[in-house]
T-cell receptor, first 115, second 109 residues
Framework: EPEVTQTPSHQVTQMGQEVILRCVPI?????FYWYRQILGQKVEFLVS????????KSEIFDDQFSVERPDGSNFTLKIRSTKLEDSAMYFC?????????????FGPGTRLTVL | LAKTTQPISMDSYEGQEVNITCSHN???????ITWYQQFPSQGPRFIIQ???TKVTNEVASLFIPADRKSSTLSLPRVSLSDTAVYYC??????????FGKGTKLSVKP
């Protein structure tokens, strides 16, 4: 069964450093998402991406964040200058098309620890 | 945007049927109701989705009354491995999922 993959599984970085989180969505999916979950809290939407551009972003997704689909398979989330409060699990998700019935498939997540 | 409300936690024993009810009073006409399951340190996993009446798959059943202002996820004969957080969700305007705090289900032996 096809699945969303994410790398790395765990990233430790120093405050102020740049990090890139990588995701490989399911191959025939067209819509891509990033969510984050701070330890013990709910899953929060960050950004949605379609047709090589951002379609919606939340208030959390400020200028420190960017997303890119550099090739036909990868989907990346970049945090330019990490802060302590960026420590969280980051989940990538993909969906096949815009139909209302299509569920999102989530990856296993990347645990980001900012020291 | 529609919000959902569900119990924070529920306890059950192995072999019992568990019903988790969610209210979504402001659900939009074209919104589907979707349930996800999440284990600790894992991504959410799709369980079931429905629009109205009853939907059943190999994992669960979903009951939605005619007014669609609530829904009930039914897990038949739960086991210890069903211990997880269960989320009732509606979609945002761009298809993004709006998560609440979910219901933490604890299944005891």
């Amino acid at each position: 069964e096809p699945e969303v993959t994410q790398t790395p599984s765990h990233q430790v970085t120093q405050m102020g450093q740049e990090v890139i989180l990588r995701c490989v969505p399911i191959s025939n999916h067209l819509y891509f998402y990033w969510y984050r979950q701070i330890l013990g809290q709910k899953v929060e939407f960050l950004v949605s991406f379609y047709n090589n551009e951002i379609s919606e972003k939340s208030e959390i997704f400020d200028d420190q964040f960017s997303v890119e689909r550099p090739d036909g398979s990868n989907f990346t989330l970049k945090i330019r200058s990490t802060k302590l409060e960026d420590s969280a699990m980051y989940f990538c998700a993909s969906r096949r098309d815009r139909g209302l019935r299509n569920e999102q498939f989530f990856g296993p997540g990347t645990r980001l620890t900012v020291l | 945007l529609a919000k959902t409300t569900q119990p924070i936690s529920m306890d059950s024993y192995e072999g019992q049927e568990v019903n988790i009810t969610c209210s979504h009073n402001n659900i939009a006409t074209n919104d589907y109701i979707t349930w996800y399951q999440q284990f600790p340190s894992q991504g959410p996993r799709f369980i079931i989705q429905g629009y109205k009446t009853k939907v059943t798959n190999e994992v669960a059943s979903l009951f939605i009354p005619a007014d669609r202002k609530s829904s009930t996820l039914s897990l038949p004969r739960v086991s210890l491995s069903d211990t997880a957080v269960y989320y009732c969700l509606v979609r945002g305007s761009q298809g993004n999922l709006i998560f609440g705090k979910g219901t933490k289900l604890s299944v005891k032996p």
